[in-house]
């Protein structure tokens, strides 16, 4: 067993111990609102957003980007758990805005390991195999953040699966004060109709 794996399950058996009344938390959460947002290991949705177990729905990927699967959790998140409020919230110093997809496709036909950064770009470690299947995959890479805010939001408030009612507020994470920063174009684009 590795150390991480023995670090989490220490800590998953103290958290365990004080379970206590959460395991009567209902499925649907209390706050009715949903959260798309970023993986980046800075953010504490719950933190900045002040949630608690059963408040909200988070949904992660890299960038808090309006993927196909993120559009699909946040319709269940409204269709069968009765969210009525959306936020996208993207962060400064964000790492989808180091690279594009070309960059990312030319790492990946190079070598699956992990590349390394400098400040002249993205290398890879050269010890392939890689593959070209990169080149197929639209990563969402992010070249203005407050575009991309706006332009998530439009995508979500435009899916045909979307409820016209919901409304979708953009934000940006400032990863150097801790603040939510609306982006007001977005938060427009998103008001329930």
Request: proline residues 5%; contains cysteine.
């Amino acid at each position: 067993m590795s150390k991480i794996v023995e670090e989490v399950m220490a800590a998953n058996g103290t958290y365990a111990a004080d379970f206590g009344d959460k395991a009567d938390l209902p499925m649907p959460p209390g706050r009715r609102f949903a959260i798309l947002t970023c993986m980046d290991a800075r953010l504490d949705p719950a933190k900045y957003a002040g949630l608690a177990e059963g408040d909200a729905h988070v949904i992660r990927n890299a960038g808090g980007r309006a993927s196909d699967d993120a559009i699909r959790s946040l319709v269940i998140s409204h269709k069968l758990l009765g969210t009525q409020e959306w936020f996208v919230i993207h962060h400064t110093d964000c790492g989808m805005e180091t690279f594009s997809n070309d960059i990312m496709a030319d790492l990946l036909a190079s070598s699956l390991e992990t590349a390394t950064v400098d400040a002249s770009g993205w290398h890879d470690v050269g010890k392939g195999p890689g593959s070209p299947e990169g080149r197929y995959i639209n990563w969402l890479t992010i070249a203005d953040n407050a575009a991309s805010v706006v332009e998530d939001v439009k995508r979500i408030k435009a899916h045909p699966l979307v409820a016209a009612d919901i409304p979708v507020y953009g934000y940006i994470y400032d990863c150097k004060s801790g603040r939510l920063v609306e982006v007001p174009e977005a938060t427009a684009a998103g008001r329930a109709g």
